[in-house]
């Protein structure tokens, strides 16, 4: 438990979590549909706020989890309550708690039956979702890993599109199969150490064929949540049929549980099995990169072609993290928050327009540019931002990743750029045709510009585009030593297996 500090006083990790569970539970008193909009609205801007202390009161000094809480749950199979932050997950849970007010503004007028239920859904994956990033007992990370599935199948399967069912069912049974493997790999642990405290399965002597079957376990599961290529064909459908906040969440934060995953326990619980599959994962990352950019640039359906997006950028995500450097590794976590706020905005985007024009086709919103320029600007910049244009968020994390790519190998990097270049592309034709389109627009006269409440909702998005584009320095001053002890330590444990291996 050293690698543990002990937060005295105010449980905050507990507080972030419960606080929307007793939010959710509140509206199940109170069901009025006006009460609940403005209820969820205030709980998650409560959350947000609360959580601004981790970053205040964060130590970037140190490696250990911070604000740490244990207390015991099922000492008789050493099951805990135990709750930590570090570099890696900190900016994680910071982006939960501030998607979330967004995600009920944007349902504000668009979801207008069942709301109680709506909100309520929001809530429970909102605890459920911050309780992933913190917990540091594996059962009560599965536990809440699970938790999540079931308000975000209901989501997309009562309030999504015509093809609702279809899609939440075959995004439940996908995630289900990599939860299956994933409680494998943790009983198998469990039995091998005799504990679920993450930290004491990490760095551990185990035998190859044990690793590397816990590690195709781990990887598996978090594969389908990225998801990566070819497990990805569960995510277009559910971002089509989703409602604007499904598509945000699921864009913003449960892709990222994926990318976590494979930081916060293959590398430090599977290392050997890490080193020697590594190779054929990056080659798997380039060809999702690749696979996702060229299915983007034929698609004609907005939301179709943001989700094809996420496939190729969360490639480069996992191509940061298996180049094994530093760079690679701090590009690919700056990587997962700028994808966060870029992807998560142009949904919301997606979402304004559809409100207007009952489509989400390129051939109806061409020429909106005119009528609604509050809108384009918008979404000029959030497009740029997705391509990875200078100046923008997620410039920063490609570079870095592209940098740690060609630290490690330079035919690998190349074959990465046209990745980027094919973001362009399709990045720009879809601007193209929204703000401008051809000599045959459709009659857009009839189009509202952007609300003040679309406008507050978009404005924080583009403020963080900003912000981490021009000055990423205090971002990667929160993530790099939690790294930087990583990368250490594996090497260190590839050392010690060297010298093992060298032994008469």
């Not at 150490?193 to 993450?198: K, L």
Request: proline letters at 6%; glycine letters at 6%.
């Amino acid at each position: 438990m050293d690698v543990l500090l002990i937060k005295e006083g105010f449980p905050l990790l507990s507080f972030l979590i419960f606080f929307p569970l007793a939010g959710a539970l509140v509206l199940l008193a109170f069901p009025k549909e006006s009460f609940a909009k403005l209820w969820t609205l205030a709980v998650t801007v409560i959350t947000a706020v609360a959580s601004l202390p981790l970053l205040m009161d964060f130590d970037p000094a140190t490696t250990k989890y911070q604000f740490a809480e244990f207390h015991h749950w099922i000492p008789q199979f050493k099951i805990n309550y135990i709750l930590g932050v570090d570099g890696i997950s900190i900016l994680l849970v910071i982006l939960t708690t501030l998607i979330m007010p967004f995600c009920v503004l944007a349902s504000w007028n668009y979801i207008s039956r069942r709301v109680t239920p709506f909100m309520f859904c929001l809530l429970i994956m909102e605890a459920s979702m911050i309780g992933v990033f913190v917990a540091l007992d594996f059962v009560l990370f599965y536990i809440l890993w699970e938790f999540m599935l079931i308000p975000m199948y209901l989501l997309i399967a009562i309030w999504g599109g015509p093809r609702k069912v279809y899609a939440s069912i075959k995004f439940f049974l996908y995630t289900l199969a990599g939860s299956v493997l994933l409680l494998v790999a943790i009983i198998a642990l469990y039995l091998k150490t005799g504990s679920f405290f993450i930290p004491d399965m990490m760095w551990q002597q185990t035998s190859s064929l044990f690793q590397i079957l816990v590690f195709l376990a781990f990887f598996l599961a978090f594969a389908i949540k990225v998801p990566m290529f070819p497990f990805h064909t569960w995510l277009p459908a559910a971002h089509v049929e989703a409602p604007t906040a499904g598509s945000v969440i699921l864009a913003s934060v449960l892709l990222k549980m994926g990318t976590y995953g494979m930081l916060r326990f293959c590398l430090p619980i599977t290392p050997e099995a890490t080193l020697l599959l590594a190779p054929y994962i990056l080659w798997l990352s380039i060809a999702g990169i690749i696979y996702g950019g060229f299915t983007a640039l034929a698609q004609h359906d907005m939301k179709k072609l943001i989700a094809y997006s996420s496939v190729g950028h969360m490639g480069f995500v996992t191509l940061g993290i298996f180049v094994l450097n530093t760079q690679g590794v701090e590009g690919a976590i700056m990587q997962m928050i700028n994808h966060g706020v870029t992807t998560g905005a142009l949904f919301l985007c997606v979402g304004m327009i559809y409100e207007r024009t009952h489509s989400r086709e390129l051939s109806k919103a061409a020429g909106v540019g005119r009528y609604m320029p509050w809108y384009a600007t918008f979404l000029v910049f959030f497009s740029l931002s997705s391509f990875g244009f200078p100046g923008t968020n997620s410039f920063i994390g490609e570079f870095l990743v592209l940098a740690g790519t060609f630290e490690f190998s330079t035919p690998l990097a190349l074959a990465a750029i046209p990745g980027a270049v094919l973001a362009a592309a399709y990045m720009l034709r879809m601007l193209q045709k929204i703000v401008w389109g051809g000599t045959d627009n459709p009659d857009q006269s009839y189009l509202s510009d952007l609300s003040k409440r679309e406008i507050v909702i978009l404005t924080p998005f583009l403020l963080f585009v900003f912000w981490i584009g021009l000055g990423p320095q205090p971002f990667i001053d929160l993530i790099h030593p939690s790294v930087a002890n990583l990368l250490e330590q594996l090497q260190q444990w590839q050392h010690h297996q060297v010298a093992l291996l060298t032994l008469p």
